[in-house]
């Protein structure tokens, strides 16, 4: 089936980008409040009369100044820190899913289930069809069940690579000879994209990741099939 074209990023399909989201909203607000009170003062300072030069010392005029961007600080730093924890919570996940980064190439198995495994490698510009997407449309995309806790295991079986969906806010390195872990989560079903954000070498732009998420229905009708 195809699908639409859309300019930038897909929209968010998991709690924690739509919290990353929140918190870029929130951050750039205060930017914008800083950067415009920073250009009020300069402003004022280009264009009035009035001059003193015999100022010794301000001591309120340090004290705000201080006091100020550390509570500006703190109002950043704590959202920041609450995602960072929700992102490494592990819950008890419904699903396993492993992956494996190659010289250009994914590799998946589905631990859960026997002899369930494959290989996902780009489709070549010439063999796509009309309203797939250049570069980012593989040969076997991976199937999960929304709504479903689902732990992601990555690792590589040759030099560092990194698994990255930004529509579901996951960027974890495959390193090899390594085990990471990232748990994720989705609300609602849809195909997403991604690719390796890693420099991997000369075919580093040709490893994309398409998801497929569907309802836990149409998952076990899949396995059916696959098995």
């Given amino acids: 089936m195809a699908c639409p074209v859309q300019l930038g990023f897909q929209d968010a399909t998991s709690p924690i980008m739509e919290e990353l989201l929140y918190f870029h909203d929130h951050t750039l607000m205060i930017v914008f409040?800083?950067?415009?009170?920073?250009?009020?003062?300069?402003?004022?300072?280009?264009?009035?009369?009035l001059t003193h030069t015999?100022?010794?010392?301000?001591?309120?005029?340090?004290?705000?100044?201080?006091i100020l961007p550390?509570?500006?600080?703190i109002l950043i730093a704590l959202p920041s820190l609450r995602i960072l924890y929700?992102?490494?919570?592990i819950t008890t996940p419904s699903l396993t899913l492993k992956t494996m980064g190659h010289q250009w190439?994914?590799?998946?198995?589905?631990?859960?289930?026997?002899?369930?495994?494959f290989d996902s490698y780009m489709i070549p510009l010439s063999d796509l069809k009309p309203g797939e997407l250049r570069l980012l449309e593989v040969d076997n995309r991976i199937a999960l069940p929304t709504e479903m806790s689902?732990?992601?295991?990555?690792s590589s079986e040759d030099v560092l690579h990194s698994w990255t969906v930004p529509s579901l806010g996951v960027k974890t390195d495959a390193i090899p000879g390594r085990l990471n872990q990232v748990t994720?989560?989705?609300?609602?079903?849809?195909i997403y994209y991604g690719q390796c954000s890693e420099i991997c070498g000369a075919n580093h732009s040709f490893m994309p990741i398409?998801?497929?998420?569907?309802?836990?229905?149409?998952f076990e009708e899949w396995l059916l099939i696959m098995l």
């Fill in 33 to 49: 409040l800083i950067s415009s009170l920073v250009l009020y003062v300069i402003s004022l300072m280009l264009t009035t009369k």
């Fill in 54 to 66: 015999n100022t010794v010392d301000a001591q309120g005029v340090e004290m705000v100044w201080t």
């Fill in 70 to 73: 550390a509570v500006i600080l």
């Fill in 86 to 89: 929700m992102m490494d919570e």
């Fill in 105 to 117: 190439y994914w590799s998946y198995e589905y631990t859960d289930y026997e002899n369930l495994n």
């Fill in 150 to 154: 689902i732990r992601m295991l990555i």
């Fill in 184 to 190: 994720l989560m989705t609300s609602r079903p849809g």
């Fill in 210 to 218: 398409v998801l497929e998420l569907v309802p836990l229905k149409y």
